[in-house]
């Protein structure tokens, strides 16, 4: 079997098995830009389970999810594999700063920034946590526009474009 | 804002309420809006009333079982013989009955896995990996062995992947019973490695397995008078609806399993020790919770290996389902739980790995679920209600419920007051307590209130999530609650795609927050904010009561919640649950009118007042000092330069003496009312309708809050303008200041404005780092790159 056919012949047999009671993964974030208008400011909040599943099949070790050194390097990291922004030309822009975050047991929030050139149209491709769950559905919100502008990122559509150019 | 007082007369202030703006849009309008729902429902019958009660001809089929299985602990197969008897009680003649075969949903060919769509390779989830590798190397399926009819004659059938039909050689006419037999085996599923309702977990150390048995036996599928056959194939997601009976099972397992079922455990003198006889006994009159089998006897347990098999026997009446679990590894705990005046024997079985996390916190939730449950709808009406661990996430069935969560490996767990280093989340302790609240509760939405969730997802998950949030937040204060709160639901709100929760859909999307958290907001916003706890929690307790062991659509349930309220929520449902619209009001503008009273001695001197207090331009200011030319020349002065345009004339003296005669009384007392007319304009953004939750501040800093019912959208949905009359001076208004709305953008919600940061300024504002690890989070705390 070729490369090709492989990859048919999975593609015929995956599928989403689902956490099944709980069909119950998104995410969200806030975007906005800084005051220079250089800098995405990214709040964005997960579940605090899936992410700590995802960093611990990132390293192939546990990863407890706990709010130190060591966590946000490999947080930062994911998001940099997860969370970024393209132009129409290629270029890519991935978080930066990792600048906190907070965990609670309803929801883990993660701040981050993505230096970008704003002067360039974005698209921003946001699959977190789609390595974890099938059906993980991220939303996202940029603050400069009205809310039902809200982009929603699947698995089958994990880009949505972002921002016009100045 | 500026008050204005202009030539406003009594009789025009009088006849100024309400002035809507009309807005050209292609949304619905108000009187659209709150329109009844008339044709989207169900046409009222005997069998479902127009009070949303089931009717004097209402009806629903039955099914008893009566069934013996063995677990093969070698080969992780399951062989099994059942005798159903039919009771046809519908008034229709039946040629054929249908059966579901879940199992089926592993066969190779089953639609399950040749509907599956490739994904985004880049998207890959790893447990997909792990998932396919154990799905395909497992046979699965239904291995059917014989279907005979009660006289051991075989019985026409064919198998249409997860479902089979049984062809009945007469029609079976109303009232008939028939009775039939199914033998089968099946291999079980590693669950660990799947996403299934029921298989087997494998512990390497001790070598032992875990087995949670469910949807395992050929069940005879609904028949309705809405749906006919629900027959529908089973793809894993969808889940189903089932025929109430009585269940008679006989579990045979190695002699050292311990199992626990649906039901009530018939023969415990022949499979329980006579210490565990002895504390089972105890147990079903204490309050107080008690180890049927100890940790340590489970332990030791583990490295038993018995050769001879003992046989379980169970009795379930008026189920529609039958699970179980068998292990040596279950560790058993016990202790009588109240549901009113009932008693309820709440159980718990885990392995060593449970613990410690669920012999203080499993069965207290399921005591806590069904004490809380039985206040919003009925006393729980079964004997037993079992929480196991093991590895299916989370799933119900009746008095038996399977969930997932688990200490880490060195015991320790995550609590939210604890410090986080050392603790992690999948096996936190909140998870735990809200998986065994809600699998505990879906006893009384689906098992009990038997609707259907192949077609209506939402009249389960979404009254079972809602009820969740209440015993949660009964739990302990601030419990950290995943949903409920209507700000959660905010950002599914104003995401797209999305379908209206009354989509009946297979494919909805975004389903855990269209079926889940949507309609449970819903509910809480409609209890706490629309119709007030006492109306509401009648209602839904009579709803719950009418459909208790019946099947309800969701007509029944609209219906119920305005017949036992007297509360029109047609626009409710409406907007809710037939839209996708969200909430989003502004407050928009606030005019002042004050009453021109027509005295002049009043009216100049508010003139003037007025006037005085206007600053002076910057060309005024500036000009002051330079001398002008009529200081320079005063023989320029007049009449005109002397007079004081706010002197009150005999001229205005004669125009008010005229106003007084013209008025009666009554009209009188009503000038010299010394009131502020404030007309307030709020703008509906998001287009769903809602109440009007107010915060009103006073010039003197009084607060008063009220509540404008979401009436006040019905001529005109998108802009209204509300009168409010006062004493004194209004200095704020705020909408939603509780946020019990959902509004989606609370940047419009108060006027004078309140500025809004974006949560990762308030982040970055924060001074001051979590005071719980400040200690240690000094050292080291900054942005990491
Ligand atoms: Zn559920």
Redesign the pocket.
């Known amino acids: 079997m070729n490369r090709l056919s492989l990859i048919i012949f999975l593609a015929l047999l995956v599928g989403a098995p689902g956490a099944l ?2 069909p119950w993964h998104t995410s969200f974030a806030e975007l906005g830009w800084n005051d220079d208008g250089d800098t995405l400011e990214v709040s964005l909040r997960v579940l605090p389970e899936d992410l700590e599943t995802a960093l611990t099949w990132r390293r192939g070790e546990t990863v407890v999810l706990a709010d130190n050194p060591d966590v946000r390097s490999q947080t930062l990291a994911y998001l940099a594999e997860r969370f970024l922004l393209h132009s129409e030309s290629g270029e890519v822009f991935r978080p930066g700063r990792l600048l906190g975050m907070e965990i609670g047991h309803d929801a883990a929030w993660l701040y981050f920034t993505i230096a970008a050139d704003t002067g360039l149209r974005l698209s921003l491709y946001n699959a977190v946590l789609m390595d974890v769950e099938g059906t993980q559905t991220n939303r996202a919100r940029p603050l400069w526009l009205a809310p039902r502008d809200t982009l929603l990122f699947t698995a089958a559509r994990p880009e949505q474009s972002l921002w016009q150019g100045r | 804002m500026h008050p204005t007082r202009t030539a406003l007369g009594l009789l025009a202030l009088l006849a100024f309420s309400i002035s809507p703006t009309l807005h050209a849009t292609d949304r619905q309008s108000g009187p659209e809006k709150f329109a009844q729902l008339d044709y989207l429902l169900d046409t009222p019958t005997e069998t479902r009333l127009a009070s949303g009660a089931p009717g004097p001809v209402y009806w629903q089929q039955r099914a008893d079982y009566d069934i013996e299985v063995t677990i093969d602990d070698r080969a992780q197969r399951l062989i099994g013989r059942e005798t159903i008897t039919y009771h046809n009680q519908s008034p229709h003649s039946l040629r054929y009955i249908w059966l579901q075969l879940d199992q089926n949903r592993f066969r190779p060919d089953s639609d399950d896995m040749l509907t599956k769509t490739a994904p985004d390779f880049e998207q890959f989830p790893y447990k997909t990996l792990a998932n396919l590798l154990t799905r395909q190397d497992f046979e699965g399926g239904v291995d059917l062995k014989a279907i005979e009819d009660a006289n051991g004659k075989a019985l026409n059938y064919t198998v249409n992947k997860t479902m089979l039909r049984i062809d009945l050689a007469e029609a079976l006419a109303p009232g008939e019973q028939f009775r039939f037999s199914v033998a089968w085996e099946h291999n079980i599923i590693d669950a660990t490695a799947v996403g299934a309702r029921g298989g087997y977990e494998y512990f390497e150390a001790d070598e032992n397995y875990l087995y949670e048995i469910a949807q395992w036996y050929p069940r005879v599928a609904a028949y309705t008078d809405y749906q006919g056959w629900q027959n529908k194939q089973f793809l894993g997601n969808g889940e189903f609806t089932l025929e109430l009976g009585t269940f008679e099972v006989a579990i045979t397992v190695p002699a050292d399993h311990i199992v626990a079922a649906t039901g009530v455990l018939q023969n415990p003198g022949d499979v329980l020790s006579r210490k565990q006889r002895q504390r089972y006994e105890k147990a079903q009159t204490s309050t107080e919770q008690r180890f049927i089998v100890t940790p340590e006897e489970a332990k030791q347990n583990e490295s038993s290996r018995a050769s001879v098999k003992k046989t379980w026997r169970f009795r379930a009446e008026n189920v529609r389902d039958f699970a179980f679990a068998s292990s040596r590894k279950f560790i058993w705990d016990a202790r009588m739980a109240k549901s009113g005046s009932r008693d309820v024997l709440a159980m718990s079985f885990y392995p060593n790995e449970a613990e410690p996390l669920w012999s203080q916190y499993s069965t207290p939730a399921v005591a806590h679920t069904i004490d809380v449950y039985s206040r919003f709808t009925f006393e729980y009406p079964y004997p037993v209600s079992i929480s196991v661990n093991g590895p299916v996430g ?3 069935y009746p008095m038996i419920t399977f969930n997932k969560p688990r200490p880490y490996k060195d015991g320790t767990y995550w609590d939210v007051r604890q410090k986080p280093d050392d603790k992690t989340w999948e096996r936190s302790k909140y998870g735990l307590i809200s998986v065994i609240i ?2 505990v ?2 006893n009384y939405f689906p098992m009990i209130v038997n609707s259907d969730e192949r077609q209506w997802t939402w009249m ?2 979404g009254l ?2 809602f009820l969740q949030f209440v015993t949660e937040q009964a739990w302990e204060e601030e419990y950290p609650s995943r949903r409920g709160e209507p700000e959660k639901i905010v950002e599914y709100m104003i995401s797209a795609p999305q379908v209206p929760i009354m989509t009946n859909s297979e494919s909805i999307y975004q389903f855990g927050s269209n079926a ?1 958290a949507k309609p449970a907001t819903a509910l809480n916003i409609l209890r706490e904010s629309i119709m007030g706890r006492e109306l509401f929690d009648h209602a839904f307790r009579e709803y719950a009561t009418r459909w208790k062991f019946k099947r309800p659509t969701p007509a029944d349930f609209f219906r119920s919640m305005e017949d036992a309220s007297a509360v029109d929520l047609d626009w409710f449902w409406r907007g809710w649950f037939y839209g996708t619209e969200y909430v989003d009001v502004a407050v928009d503008n606030i005019a002042l009118y004050q009453l021109d009273t027509g005295n002049p001695e009043v009216e100049k001197a508010w003139q003037k007042t007025q006037k005085d207090e206007r600053e002076p331009t910057l060309g005024q200011q500036r000009n002051a000092e330079a001398e002008t030319l009529l200081q320079r020349y005063p023989q320029l002065r007049d009449f005109y330069t002397e007079s004081d345009e706010f002197s009150v004339t005999p001229w205005d003296y004669a125009q008010y003496e005229q106003l007084q005669q013209s008025l009666t009384d009554r009209e009188k007392a009503l000038l010299s009312v010394d009131k502020n007319f404030y007309a307030v304009t709020f703008r509906n953004i998001g287009g769903l309708v809602t109440p009007l939750p107010l915060r009103i501040t006073y010039g003197d800093g009084e607060v008063e809050e009220l509540q404008i019912p979401a009436e006040i959208w019905r001529r005109n949905a998108n802009e209204v303008t509300k009168l409010f009359i006062t004493d004194r001076e209004i200095t704020g208004i705020e909408f939603d200041p509780y946020r019990s709305t959902a509004d989606a953008d609370t940047a419009n919600n108060a006027w004078p404005r309140k500025p809004e940061t974006s949560r990762f300024k308030l982040f970055k504002e924060k001074e001051e780092p979590n005071p719980m690890r400040r200690d240690e989070q000094e050292k080291w705390e900054q942005p990491i790159y």
């Open positions: 009671a709980h | 989370g799933m119900e809600h699998e509760g879906h389960d998950e079972n999530t889940y």
